[in-house]
């Protein structure tokens, strides 16, 4: 599975960014398809995955929304009013029993 991503930029705070993964090759639609994210210093983190249901991580409930294309092969996460604690790279991933995948990564950067 390869996975491409697209969308991350230099925005001001309260901006807003889309983020889009497309998946190719051998991918199962049955799949896990989200994003982490991992700052400067800082451990990689979940922000949102999408299966059966959506799931975020606490800090940008409200602000981030997830979704997927009808074939569960791209995967957006829709970002509004952006802090500059959201700057990271952003990295798409994908999972389908045992098989994990991860894009390139997509640099955030929010400034104050």
């Known amino acids: 599975v390869r996975l491409v991503e697209s969308g991350g930029g230099l925005v001001q705070a309260g901006d807003s960014l889309r983020l889009s993964c497309g998946a190719s090759?051998?991918?199962?639609?049955?799949?896990?398809m989200g994003w982490y994210r991992q700052a400067a210093g800082k451990e990689r983190e979940m922000v949102a995955t999408?299966?059966?249901?959506?799931n975020y991580v606490d800090s940008v409930k409200g602000r981030f929304t997830i979704s997927r294309n009808k074939a569960r092969n791209t995967v957006y996460l829709q970002m509004n009013n952006l802090k500059p604690e959201d700057t990271a790279v952003y990295y798409c991933?994908?999972?389908?029993?045992?098989?994990?995948?991860w894009g390139q990564g997509a640099q955030v950067t929010v400034s104050s």
């Open positions: 090759g051998s991918y199962a639609s049955v799949n896990v």
């Open positions: 991933y994908y999972r389908y029993r045992d098989i994990e995948a």
């Open positions: 999408i299966g059966m249901t959506a």
